[in-house]
């Protein structure tokens, strides 16, 4: 089956404009992570979604970043007024709870995406 | 909070070296603990995991043992091939839940040479 996908795969913007990008979650899967890989930091979780809903939004590093996820599935991170350091990869994941888990995906276990390259020029 | 500490790279290796990447972390509880690995230009996938203390995983010839007296879990294979060049991170999760967040380490690259 279709693993996690990402969009775009590469976005350069310039300071000061906001970006979208775009989580497609594994089918079924209805637990969705966004972290930020970047130079220097490592790897830093953003945001966990269960459903709808985010009861985990504690490494957003500030309020110009949001994150929304509508009907169980698709994600959008939201960066407004964009800055060079926020220039990374941004990494999504999902997992499934494990209760009529798809074949191939083991319960509990975070797929990643390609994830998508923001350069913030 | 959660933490996980990676030894410094990078790592250079021979062919049929035998590799040892070191990993300590800070939990509160019994975490659990994985190593992924990001081959160059592909995304980050599941090596090998552990769930509780004295476990060990393995996978493609790599293991790690959970050590909760050491809190670590340091991966090890014993004879690197050059298709094993890749950076590699430890990470755990908490006992917040199953479907809680990954605290990784930095990660670090590892090259093989023929």
């Known amino acids: 089956g279709a693993g996690v996908s990402q969009s775009p795969s590469n976005k350069v913007t310039e300071k000061g404009k906001d970006v979208e990008l775009r989580c497609d979650p594994i089918?079924?899967?209805?637990?969705l992570y966004w972290y930020r890989q970047s130079l220097g930091q490592g790897l830093e979780f953003l945001i966990y979604f269960q459903g709808n809903s985010a009861p985990d939004k504690s490494g957003l590093p500030s309020d110009r970043f949001s994150a929304e996820r509508t009907g169980g599935s698709v994600s959008t991170l939201t960066i407004q007024r964009t800055q060079q350091e926020d220039s990374a990869v941004y990494l999504c994941a999902s997992s499934s709870t494990g209760q009529g888990s798809t074949q191939n995906w083991a319960p509990y276990e975070q797929y990643f995406g390609p994830g998508t390259r923001l350069t913030v020029t | 909070g959660n933490s996980v500490t990676q030894m410094e790279g990078p790592v250079t290796l021979s062919e049929e070296a035998f590799l040892t990447i070191n990993c300590t972390y800070t939990?509160?509880?019994?975490?659990?603990l994985f190593w992924y690995v990001q081959y160059p230009g592909e995304g980050l996938q599941l090596l090998l995991k552990a769930t509780k203390a004295d476990d060990k995983g393995s996978n493609k010839g790599f293991e790690a043992t959970y050590r909760k007296e050491t809190t670590s879990f340091h991966l090890e294979k014993g004879s690197v091939q050059v298709s094993d060049s890749a950076v590699y991170f430890c990470?755990?999760?908490?006992?917040?839940?199953?479907?809680?967040?990954?605290?990784f380490g930095k990660g670090i690259t590892l090259s093989v040479r023929p």
């Open positions: 089918s079924g899967h209805t637990a």
């Open positions: 990470a755990l999760r908490g006992t917040a839940g199953a479907n809680s967040k990954l605290t």
């Open positions: 939990a509160t509880g019994y975490p659990s």
